[in-house]
């Protein structure tokens, strides 16, 4: 090692700030942190509307099928209100003869034991359109999916705060245009739109928070966010049960848009940790400005480190903000060993979360009262993922979520439906299936935003996200499959495949004492507890 290197090194050792983390710790007051993190956290209310729309939305109703009569012709209409059979009268004689038989293409809605209206009656979803409930899901998915490739990478460029407000303001229009759209291509137009703005808002509100949180806090705040995505699941259970109709319940969907929308608007900041990548002249004035109240503590190894690492004129920056490529991640081998596993485990998640629930159908469930389970099954499983982040590291946590949500997977799917004593332990499994399968959601989010670098952090997320709504789309085709051959065959074949997956984790990185990673060029830093304080 050459003389420079090691005056140099011995340098940086003397200096207090080595690092953003040590940048940011330096911070005089930290409230902008905690309110940033609750803001972004509490976009996630704009989630469960359209999560829930499926069910909650095209809820069912009675119908009856109208046909006009005829002094030529009698009608009998089947008791699924579905066929009309109709008979040619012979004058003069109380002897029909069979013409033929149709379908009904007009229908008399009236309020059914659970939902007064639905969106079922504006588009005749029953009958031979009952596909089009089926449809609905598939579009809202494919919508998360092309959110996953294209807003990723816009947050990564223009800033999380302007894409995050854009796709809240762009959801509610969406929501909007679901109550006066009369085609259905119109609705799903606006469907599609919804569940791409919302599953935007998932993700990148999830990387955004971890960018604002101290490394010991990022388990916390993955617990945070989860909290409010199991809330709106419950406000939107409730309010749809009390209200019972599906355009007022649209409209308290726009509401939780706008919330969020005008408090992010108003106190929200830009992500740091973006800042410092893609503009570092704005950084530089964004920590001046922090300093401001208290410029003593502007001490000068802090000055040196904005003047060696950021810049202080704009012309700097702009040449500073290419140097991080997309084809530069695609080179690196580490990041894309790691992301080929971590797609693996998206996919795994996906699976076994729909394997969960397509168990939990069998009870019949109220859809009330369902997603007001799921709300407080996502609840218990935070707090699970809070308790054993404190002892333990990212791949333990992997192993033990996946395994168990695996397991239980299967095992609520093997067992028949025989008696009191198999349903019980059917419900059993599917509720600490949830609780093991929220923990393994909220941990491979945490593990991929900490191993990618914030210059592309996004997008590679959302690419590893994407795989797993990818394979999600595949969930009918196999459920109809399984619904042919043998009933246990989806959740068995999920589960057992998350339970195989669960040993992958030793050829991860374990991420949890690193320093997130800002840029390609900067190795991770593995971070001693000392002097690391929580929020």
């Known amino acids: 090692m050459s003389t420079f290197h090691s005056l140099q090194k011995l340098n940086n050792n003397r200096r207090e700030v080595n690092s953003l983390e040590d940048l940011i710790k330096r911070i005089p007051n930290r409230k902008w942190q905690i309110i940033n993190i609750i803001l972004y956290s509490l976009a996630l209310l704009s989630v469960g509307g359209s999560f829930t729309f499926n069910d909650l939305g095209l809820g069912a109703l009675k119908y009856k099928c109208l046909f006009p009569n005829s002094s030529n012709y009698s009608v009998k209409i089947s008791p699924n209100q579905c066929e009309v059979k109709l008979y040619r009268n012979v004058s003069g004689s109380s002897v029909t003869s069979y013409i033929s038989t149709e379908s009904c293409k007009s229908f008399y809605y009236s309020p059914g034991e659970i939902f007064e209206t639905s969106a079922i009656s504006r588009f005749n979803a029953v009958c031979e359109n009952k596909f089009l409930i089926k449809l609905d899901l598939f579009i809202y998915l494919l919508g998360g999916i092309l959110a996953s490739m294209s807003l990723s990478p816009m947050a990564d460029v223009f800033g999380r705060k302007k894409v995050v407000s854009g796709m809240l303001l762009l959801g509610a229009i969406a929501e909007l245009g679901m109550t006066v759209a009369i085609p259905y291509v119109f609705f799903a137009l606006c469907r599609l739109s919804e569940g791409y703005f919302t599953s935007g808002i998932y993700q990148i509100c999830f990387t955004t928070t971890l960018e604002f949180s101290p490394r010991t806090s990022r388990d916390s705040i993955a617990v945070l966010i989860y909290l409010f995505f199991a809330f709106s699941l419950i406000i939107n259970a409730f309010t749809s049960w009390l209200l019972r109709k599906w355009i007022p319940f649209l409209f308290v969907s726009i509401v939780m848009y706008c919330i969020p929308l005008l408090c992010i608007l108003i106190f929200g900041v830009e992500s740091p940790r973006w800042l410092y990548v893609k503009k570092p002249y704005e950084f530089s004035k964004f920590i001046q400005k922090q300093f401001k109240s208290n410029p003593e503590l502007f001490s000068t190894d802090i000055q040196f480190f904005l003047k060696e690492n950021c810049t202080t004129t704009k012309v700097k920056a702009k040449q500073l903000d290419n140097t991080d490529t997309l084809l530069s991640v695609l080179r690196n ?122 210059s592309h952090r996004s997008l590679l997320t959302g690419v590893t996200i994407s795989s797993g709504r990818i394979a999600v789309l595949s969930i009918p085709y196999i459920k109809f499959l399984a619904e042919e051959i043998w009933q246990p065959l989806l959740p068995l074949c999920f589960g057992g495949s998350a339970v195989i997956i669960s040993f992958l984790c030793i050829f991860v990185q374990d991420s949890k004492k690193l320093e997130l990673m800002d840029k390609i060029v900067q190795s991770p830093v593995e971070l001693d507890d000392v002097g690391d304080t929580n929020i």
């Open 333 to 454: 081998k580490k990041i894309m060993f790691n992301m080929f596993f971590l797609v693996s485990f998206a996919i795994s998640t996906y699976l076994v979360y729909y394997g969960i629930l397509f168990g939990a159908s069998v009870f019949e469930l109220n859809p009330h009262i369902y997603y007001a389970f799921l709300g407080i099954a996502e609840i218990f499983g935070s707090i699970l993922m809070f308790v054993l982040s404190r002892f333990l590291s990212r791949r333990p946590i992997h192993f033990i979520s996946f395994f168990f949500s695996g397991l239980l997977c299967a095992i609520a799917g093997i067992i028949p439906k025989s008696n009191i004593l198999c349903i019980s332990f059917i419900y059993f499994s599917v509720v600490m299936g949830k609780l093991f399968s929220t923990v393994s959601f909220a941990n491979h989010f945490v593990w991929a935003s900490e191993l990618y670098p914030t």
